[in-house]
């Protein structure tokens, strides 16, 4: 298994408020930092929940992303398979 653990930001569409996310991929197949990268880079604005399911959808393998938002912690799974 590898774990892959990357902290990137975008912008939250309702008050545009500047959003730290810590994302961590869990996949038995190698997953390269370029693409890991790549695919958060180019997330400038979204909802918590939508970067998920599209970085869910690029990277694959388990994944969790946590994020505080106007005080609230949100933790998202999304899992493979």
Known sequence: MNIYRHTFAAVCP????????RLEVRSPLMIRV???????????????????????EAL???QTIIATHQGVEIETVRLSG
């Open 14 to 21: 309702s008050d545009g408020e500047l959003i730290i996310y």
């Open 34 to 56: 370029e693409r890991i990268k790549e695919e958060t880079a180019v997330i400038k604005k979204g909802w918590h929940e939508q970067i998920a399911d599209q970085l869910a």
């Open 60 to 62: 694959g393998g388990d």
